[in-house]
């Protein structure tokens, strides 16, 4: 059930990897036991993704393509095995005092099973009030359909929340719906987030 909300508190939504959570990518981890052509590894990883994070392919579908594709064996689940991602602390202090001051705070996130099966096994997920994984919703950023759908569940209006992202086209898409934006780049003193955000 989502609390009544109070006049001046926003819908905070919080992106994951880039923001929340550092060293999220696991490829070149991946690419060091496959040996592959690095180039197309990353062509043919580039055109299966979207697929992936909307929930329309599985994992395992991708790992036969590039068994096939390469004339490889896939062991294991790597898309799991070599996610090794961090809890950025600054960032989690702002989504904590985000909520101890009334705040709705969600994530919004571009995902596939095997990492959000990680994040929730670390617990990260309970950070926030709600999460919204796009392979669970089947959409996914920078469309304006992720972002109406987490206005609609979550009841607030476009102008009173605010999407926190490391990828200006994903702001762009936020901001096509109405929302205010962050964008968090990686040389932004995270320790400033909170007054930042208050700011806007």
């Keep these: 059930m989502i609390p009544e909300k109070d006049n001046g508190k926003r819908l905070y939504v919080f992106d994951l990897g880039g923001v929340t959570l550092d060293n999220v990518d696991f490829r070149k981890k991946w690419l060091n036991t496959i040996k592959v052509d690095e180039r197309e590894f990353y062509r043919t990883y580039k055109e299966y993704i979207w697929p992936i994070m909307d929930g329309t392919m599985s994992v395992e579908a991708f790992y036969s393509h590039l068994e096939k594709y390469f004339g490889i064996k896939i062991e294991g689940d790597p898309f799991y095995e070599y996610f090794d991602p961090t809890l950025n602390k600054d960032v ?12 709705r705070v969600v994530t919004g996130t571009n995902n596939c099973t095997p990492h959000w099966r990680f994040i929730k096994a670390q617990g990260w997920d309970k950070l926030f009030d709600a999460s919204y994984a796009s392979q669970e919703m089947a959409l996914s950023k920078p469309f304006s359909s992720f972002y109406k759908y987490i206005l609609e569940k979550e009841g607030y209006e476009a102008e009173d929340a605010v999407m926190i992202d490391d990828m200006e086209e994903n702001l762009e898409g936020a901001r096509g719906v109405g929302m205010k934006t962050f964008l968090l780049t990686p040389e932004f003193d995270r320790k400033n987030l909170y007054s930042s955000l208050l700011s806007l």
């Design 92 to 103: 989690a202090e702002t989504i904590s005092r985000l909520r101890e001051d009334g705040n």
